[in-house]
């Protein structure tokens, strides 16, 4: 049985114990890792969800995590999924989600964005991932308004369907940015209804997924959004009404709602995911910062403080935590660091410190990789227990 099928007859048993999919940002190495080890343990499946930023194929220039190709990373990841229980679920996938500018800084044009994503998602289709997230929203912020963002994802959908094997695909789609509040019932009914107009009116099928603003968003290391803080927005029923609302809306159009961003959501958040019954939701930088976290905690409890200093100067002078940042941020450098320090992992020079390290407290009894990892399991495992794969 292979990867989609294995997904797809286990789907049933998700939805009917009620189970939220876990979707696993590939922040690093051994998050995959974990990631793999965790869905075949409870033989179940959790998808790893990465990014054009994080992994691109190879004619594109790769990611910047272990600086892997979409070749690459498949292959790892199919090499150690013995069980066929993780699902590889791109994440992102649209005009300009690898980059914005070109080498001389200018934006990129919307037909060549297209032409890069098209590319992209080619070759995700020829290397078996189970799930394409079509996600066409950073045109809001260059130019294209909803109805250009809503046709760039339709082009999408049909090239991506009149690929081989295309059919075949999961697919999940979503055209609005990222929100603290979610959507009101009636407005996310409307722009559903105006995408199944489309996708009918060229005989492809309505997408497995559809991309809902639940109330999530990520700043700094903290969710900001009206799930998290259970603060009603003006003019807004708070999520315990607003949610249920949205669900019943993907009930009546058979989709199933995926949820972004539901990093750092507090205890009771994660317990609604159940009682609502969300089928799917994402969590990605909070498992980087995690295991940057232990990385600096096992320095400054080894008095080795160069390597703070080190791996400090690398994340703060990269400049990658500037977009995690709120506008009136009170953010201090060592928040820098945390929020960013996945980013470069892959670096030589990191990989040289951590070497390093790894030499200097071996012989005080710190193994450095276990240490990052049971981090990272103890991360992943706190969202699998919330979302019912344990019983």
């Given at each position: 049985m292979n990867h989609l099928s294995r997904f797809k007859s286990l789907f049933p048993f998700i939805r009917e114990e009620r189970i939220t999919m876990l979707g696993v940002g590939p922040m690093s190495k051994r998050i995959v890792e974990e990631t793999i080890l965790l869905a075949n343990e409870l033989k179940l499946p959790i998808s790893l969800i990465p990014s054009r930023r994080q992994i691109e194929c190879g004619d594109l220039g790769g990611g910047y995590v272990e600086s892997w190709s979409t070749e690459d990373f498949v292959k790892f990841v199919r090499d150690r999924d013995h069980g066929n229980f993780t699902i590889l679920s791109r994440d992102h996938s649209g005009p300009w989600q690898f980059k914005v500018v070109d080498d001389s800084q200018q934006i990129i044009t919307h037909d060549i964005a297209m032409e890069e994503a098209k590319a992209s998602l080619a070759v995700d289709i020829s290397l078996g991932f189970d799930v394409l997230h079509l996600d066409p929203s950073l045109g809001l912020n260059l130019g294209r308004n909803e109805i250009g963002v809503q046709?760039?994802?339709i082009e999408l959908y049909?090239?991506?369907?009149?690929?081989?094997?295309?059919?075949?695909i999961t697919y999940e789609v979503g055209a609005d940015e990222q929100s603290m509040v979610p959507d009101l019932p009636s407005i996310a009914e409307a722009k559903f209804q105006q995408i199944a107009d489309q996708l009918r009116s060229q005989h492809l099928p309505l997408p497995q997924f559809y991309v809902l603003q639940t109330g999530t968003k990520v700043k700094e290391t903290r969710n900001i959004g009206s799930f998290a803080?259970?603060?009603?927005?003006?003019?807004?029923?708070?999520?315990?009404?607003?949610?249920?609302?949205?669900?019943?809306?993907?009930?009546?159009?058979?989709?199933?709602?995926?949820?972004?961003?539901?990093?750092?959501?507090?205890e009771d958040s994660l317990r609604w995911h159940r009682l609502f019954g969300i089928p799917a939701a994402n969590v990605a930088p909070e498992f980087g910062v995690v295991e940057t976290r232990s990385l600096l905690k096992i320095a400054a409890d080894a008095n080795e403080n160069w390597f703070i200093d080190v791996f400090g100067e690398k994340v703060i002078g990269g400049n990658r935590w500037q977009k995690w940042l709120m506008p009136d941020s009170t953010a201090t450098e060592r928040d820098k660091i945390e929020i960013a320090g996945h980013y470069h992992f892959s670096d030589q020079e990191i990989q040289e410190a951590i070497q390093k390290l790894e030499s200097n407290v071996q012989s005080k009894g710190i193994d450095v990789d276990t240490t990052r990892r049971r981090a990272i399991r103890k991360s992943i495992t706190h969202y699998l227990r919330y979302f019912g794969y344990y019983g």
């Open positions: 046709e760039d994802l049909s090239f991506c369907f009149g690929q081989k094997g295309g059919h075949k803080t259970h603060i009603p927005v003006k003019d807004m029923l708070s999520p315990s009404f607003q949610i249920p609302e949205i669900l019943k809306i993907c009930d009546k159009y058979g989709v199933l709602l995926k949820e972004h961003n539901a990093d750092y959501l507090p």
